[in-house]
């Protein structure tokens, strides 16, 4: 079974662009979550999108969004890019078929620079 | 707020000792913790998830406790390898509906010495 993929790897942008970044989970999970990781910060939670829809999000400025399509992929877009959103960005799926389900499968994540 | 911690940022051992890492939470007790690895340059990958009501969970040369008196559980590889340096994160997941959050610790730096 493939793993997740996140695509691009690396990007560079300058101050003030957008940037739009993609995820595919693995085939059949249909909860896609996106981290932010920093060196100051650590992983962080940015939101949680399942079936389509945002089941939970963290506590970052509206800058931030994502949404997911019906075949489960899912988008994160930052608009008006700042500095301090220089960071690798990891995208995360699971199952949720049952309570047992937990484990998170990460994606290698796409390295954000901002300039 | 919910906080989770990891109490050493680096740690280095002998090849052949036991790593134990230690993660402590505050406030309410978690309904599972995750255990993580992540390489360099790679996302984390799951290791192990621990019940509020299990006491301890094995895989191979990978323990895991969970003490809800102490607000504490503890990772433990045996037998450690330099292949097992890596940093570990640990991850608390708790009950609140329908949802995937986890808030990770700051993660462990793991150096098995050869």
């Known amino acids: 079974k493939a793993g997740v993929t996140q695509t691009p790897r690396y990007l560079i942008k300058t101050r003030g662009q957008q940037v739009t970044l993609s995820c595919s989970p693995i085939?059949?999970?249909?909860?896609v979550s996106w981290y932010q990781q920093t060196p100051g910060q650590g992983l962080q939670f940015l939101f949680e999108?399942?079936?389509?829809?945002?089941?939970n999000k963290g506590n970052f400025p509206g800058r931030f969004s994502g949404r997911q399509f019906s075949n489960s992929r899912s988008e994160m877009n930052v608009s008006t890019l700042e500095l301090g959103d220089s960071a690798l960005y990891l995208c995360?799926?699971?199952?949720?078929?049952?309570?047992?389900?937990?484990?998170?499968?990460f994606g290698p994540g796409t390295r954000l620079t901002v300039t | 707020s919910q906080k989770i911690e990891q109490n050493s940022e680096a740690l280095n051992i002998q090849e052949g000792k036991t790593a134990t890492l230690t993660c402590n939470y505050t406030?309410?007790?978690?309904?599972?913790l995750q255990w993580y690895r992540q390489d360099p340059g790679r996302g984390p990958v799951f290791l192990l998830l621990?019940?509020?009501?299990?006491k301890e969970k094995r895989k191979e040369r990978l323990k895991v406790t969970f003490d809800t008196t102490l607000k504490q559980s503890l990772f433990h590889i045996t037998a450690s390898q330099p292949a097992d340096s890596a940093t570990y994160l640990c991850?608390?997941?708790?009950?609140?509906?329908?949802?995937?959050?986890?808030?990770f610790g700051t993660g462990t730096l793991l150096a098995v010495q050869p």
């Open positions: 995360a799926s699971s199952s949720w078929r049952d309570r047992s389900s937990y484990e998170q499968y």
């Open positions: 085939s059949g999970h249909r909860s």
């Open positions: 999108y399942f079936s389509e829809t945002q089941r």
């Open positions: 406030n309410y007790s978690p309904a599972y």
């Open positions: 621990i019940r509020e009501n299990e």
């Open positions: 991850a608390r997941m708790n009950y609140g509906g329908a949802t995937n959050k986890l808030i």
